[in-house]
């Protein structure tokens, strides 16, 4: 099965401030079709996870273009330019190139 | 619009089996490249890929509980089933289904089901 492994597993942050987090896979995400299906969610307490960005850099329909996703093969990081109070839960990156599809242990989002 | 909801026994025994349903909206498992998943989170934990099923009935299951599960779908009344059976406590978890279009899987989620194994 694929690793995903994310960094840091926790992360405080103030408001506005920029922010990364890192998710690199065990094996390249890259599909023999040329697509890599590397998402990225995020959790609200007490809420299913949403998608905010898939194939590595879309960002879904609605997600404020604060939030960025970039890399390739391995290695990928989701961004965050100007946290605010709302981005606050837990990030995953989870991908779906390769059966099964795993998920990255998360990254908690809090403020300092 | 596309909806999912999850439905299950709320809590069971020790090597019972089971029995979760998503019912949708806004989709059908009839068309080429739907295909719908479970996934699932233990309170304070991180997520599991279990199954999914695709419009051609392609049924895929993580190696880790291969033996245990069972996935279905009834696609006239927009219904996919999973069945895991002989639980254990370490299947307490919320369960999730998610809509799965051809590597565009997961925009669409269920609220999900607290499924609790106790004795």
């Known amino acids: 099965d694929v690793v995903l492994t994310q960094a840091p597993p926790t992360l405080s942050a103030t408001i506005g401030q920029s922010v990364s987090i890192s998710c690199r896979s065990s094996q390249s995400l890259l599909h023999s079709n040329g697509n890599t299906y590397l998402n990225w969610l995020l959790q609200r307490p007490g809420q299913p996870p949403q998608l905010l960005v898939y194939?590595?850099?879309r960002l879904e329909s609605g997600v404020p273009n604060r939030f960025s996703g970039s890399g390739s093969g391995t290695d990928f990081t989701l961004k965050i330019s100007g946290v605010e109070a709302e981005d606050l839960g837990v990030y995953y990156c989870?991908?779906?190139?390769?059966?099964?599809?795993?998920f990255g242990a998360g990254t908690k989002l809090e403020l300092k | 619009q596309v909806t999912l909801k999850e439905s299950g026994p709320g809590i069971l025994q020790p090597s019972q089996t089971l029995s979760l349903t998503c019912t949708f909206s806004g989709f059908s498992l009839g068309t080429y490249g739907m295909g719908v998943g479970w996934i699932r989170q233990p309170s304070g934990k991180g997520l599991e890929w279990l199954a999914n099923?695709?419009?051609?009935?392609?049924?895929y299951y993580n190696p880790s509980l291969k033996n245990r599960l069972t996935i279905s779908k009834d696609t006239s009344n927009n219904q996919a089933f999973l069945k895991i059976t002989n639980v254990d406590t370490a299947d307490t978890a919320t369960y999730y289904c998610?809509?799965?279009?051809?590597?565009?899987?997961?925009?669409?989620w269920g609220q999900g089901t607290l499924v609790t194994v106790s004795s």
């Open positions: 989870v991908q779906s190139t390769h059966a099964p599809y795993t």
């Open positions: 998610v809509r799965e279009n051809s590597g565009l899987d997961f925009t669409y």
């Open positions: 194939l590595v850099s």
């Open positions: 099923i695709w419009w051609d009935d392609d049924k």
